[in-house]
């Protein structure tokens, strides 16, 4: 990428309005554990994915438990007890890979990143 592409990409990354950005961060660990491919065994990419996973949700945990976030109790319940899922799901798929956890953790980014941005009722 030339620099001056990167130095964009830079800047619209930044730019981005925060749901779009939560969106997109969301995407991108679903984009990573999709490229494992059918078959998903223990190694390097299988880690780096699950772990890039686990710091997204480790963020959007930290960011609905702080109290000065105005989201509603209902839906701070609900990311709470999704990111539960979501680190035991990761350490499950750590100590035993398959395919169906995976795609388990890729379906609720792609759901969670659509409500993101304005569409809730997509089948991603």
Partial sequence: MSYGASAYAKVAHVALPPREAEAAVLLKAAGKLQALGSEVTSGTALNEALVFNQRVWTILAAAVTDPANPIPDEIRTGISRLS????RTIV???IEPN??????????NNHIAAGLQGDPGASA
């Fill in 92 to 94: 499950d798929t750590m």
């Fill in 99 to 108: 395919r169906e956890k995976i795609e388990s953790l890729v379906s609720l």
């Fill in 84 to 87: 539960i899922y979501v680190f």
